[in-house]
């Protein structure tokens, strides 16, 4: 079994994405959400696929080489030149039957997340599986408190059985069905996206609002693990 988590880094796709202060904050988020919460993993029994615009400067590269090495995981660097290029040759990387997660690099998961979606596969093997949490929460890391800030939301894809052609990337979230894969849900309380600036979350641009802070629920507890 072969488990890959795919991120999106820093591919040409907006503007800013290009200038040595959005990579360098891009980098400040990796390692404190996802990086970080992914070298506390339970099963480390996978490879982390950074995808980045093929002409990343050398010390940015050297940068988050470090970084990932310090925490003694398993990753690649598959470089692209555009969105198209990505979109299009992604999939020459893995074979038929391989999981593939999609992640932004600056969620948070929790200590039994690959575990969770590993244990899932075993049972559903060979079924074209979309694997799809349904809590998903959001942190808005502009209150002074972070950690207690989490909003309950809807689904999100994450997962998904290679079938040879098509990566979590060939459709965005929910639209995957459109795919033809069969989804699977089970309510794991596994993920929470990040909320930082003016990045919101698709599901709350399209509500037209901006989340209210819970104090009440506990970030860690509130995860599973």
Partial sequence: MRHYIVVRFNLPWKKES???SWILNRIRLFNAYLLNTLG?????NFVLD???NKNTSDKFLSKLKQDLDNKNLNYRFLKFGSMKDFKDNLSINYKVG??????DSDDIVSSDYV????????KNKGKGICYDYLNIGYLDVVSKDWVTAVYKATSMFLTIEFNGK????????????????SVYKDGAKNVCCVCHGTNLANDLVRAKKRFSYDKSIDYYSWLKG
């Fill in 18 to 20: 290009d200038s040595d």
């Fill in 40 to 44: 506390r993993q339970k099963n480390k």
């Fill in 50 to 52: 950074l995808c980045i």
């Fill in 98 to 103: 391989d999981i593939l997660t999609r992640i």
């Fill in 115 to 122: 575990e969770s979606i590993q244990s899932f596969y075993k």
């Fill in 166 to 181: 098509h990566t979590p990337y060939s459709c965005s979230h929910d639209l995957i069905r459109k795919l033809g894969f």
